[in-house]
């Protein structure tokens, strides 16, 4: 059974930066799409951006809010996704999940695509 820890999360001010990891267990992800999610109160879980997998580096996709800010990677050697966030605003403040699934695709942002997640990390970015 796979399973997917985040952690990274924490209290940041305005323009801070932030960088989350997705460690897998159970199974290598490498030929998985590797993807983060955000949820904030009282809102619907919003795709942030994503990443496929290939031998010369994968493909990403963004969401428009965290493009130029936010950088997802992935070390399929850990196992591991990470989330750059740079330039943060308290807009960002929200829940953030990582995600995986082996068919999803980069450009498919719903959640229930993906068939594997973590259990969240609280990011919470102070004006």
């Known amino acids: 059974q796979v399973q997917l820890v985040e952690s990274g999360g924490g209290l940041v001010q305005a323009g801070g930066s932030l960088r989350l990891s997705c460690a897998a267990s159970?199974?290598?992800?490498?030929?998985?799409?590797r993807a983060w999610f955000r949820q904030a109160p009282g809102k619907e879980r919003a795709f942030v951006a994503a990443?496929?997998?290939?031998?010369?580096?994968?493909?990403?996709n963004y969401a428009d809010s965290v493009k130029g800010r936010f950088t997802i990677s992935r070390d399929n050697a850990k196992n591991t996704a990470y989330l750059q966030m740079n330039s943060l605003t308290p807009e960002d403040t929200a829940v953030y999940y990582c995600?995986?699934?082996?068919?999803?695709?980069?450009?498919?942002?719903?959640?229930?695509?993906?068939?594997?997640w973590g259990q969240g990390t609280q990011v919470t970015v102070s004006s």
């Open positions: 159970g199974r290598t992800l490498r030929d998985y799409v």
């Open positions: 990443i496929s997998w290939s031998w010369s580096g994968g493909s990403t």
């Open positions: 995600a995986a699934d082996r068919w999803a695709r980069i450009v498919t942002t719903t959640p229930e695509t993906y068939d594997y």
